[in-house]
């Protein structure tokens, strides 16, 4: 059974560097399952937003990833407080999943701020890369390279960096 791949993720990419490197891991993924993207709305908000502001922005883009959500499918919110593995845990985890039956995945990448509590509540796993804060269009690009590994290590083959 193929694997289904969804990356929700809040905006647009704007770097060509980045829309580069992205449209590269689409095409190397092909072979191994089938990857949407889904773009939602970027929230509008004021240059220096104080706390109640950040979290009205994140609470309207978590609404609108809300809507895209698909329930069925196993849901990864990348946040920073979530949980950490190795390249080869998470492949290892990908794998059991698709064992048990689990045939869609679907990641998610917040907007300048983050997740909403909702998004991160509605999902099954939080998964966090880093406690460094990456900016969310170049985490777009990171998620690709790692989906990308971690099926090279599934089929157990070489991956040349």
């Not at 704007?14 to 990857?35: A, D, M, P, Q």
């Not at 939080?126 to 390279?145: A, G, N």
Request: include cysteine; proline fraction near 4%; hydrophobic fraction near 35%.
């Amino acid at each position: 059974m193929p694997m289904n791949i969804t990356i929700i993720a809040v905006g647009k990419i704007k770097e060509n560097y980045l829309r580069e490197g992205i449209r590269e891991y689409e095409k190397r993924l092909k072979s191994y399952c089938s990857l949407r993207i889904v773009e939602v709305d970027e929230e509008k908000a004021p240059d220096n937003p104080g706390p109640a502001e950040k979290e009205r922005v994140m609470k309207k883009e978590g609404e609108r990833i809300l809507g895209r959500m698909n329930r069925s499918s196993f849901n990864i919110a990348l946040c920073v407080e979530g949980d950490r593995f190795s390249s080869e845990k998470m492949a290892s985890r990908i794998g059991e999943l698709a064992l048990s039956g689990v045939s869609d995945i679907t990641f998610i990448i917040g907007g300048s701020w983050g997740l909403s509590e909702e998004v991160k509540k509605a999902s099954d796993l939080k998964l966090s890369f880093s406690d460094f804060t990456l900016p969310h269009q170049l985490m777009r690009l990171v998620l690709l390279e790692q989906i990308y590994r971690w099926f090279k290590i599934i089929r157990g083959e070489p991956y040349h960096k």
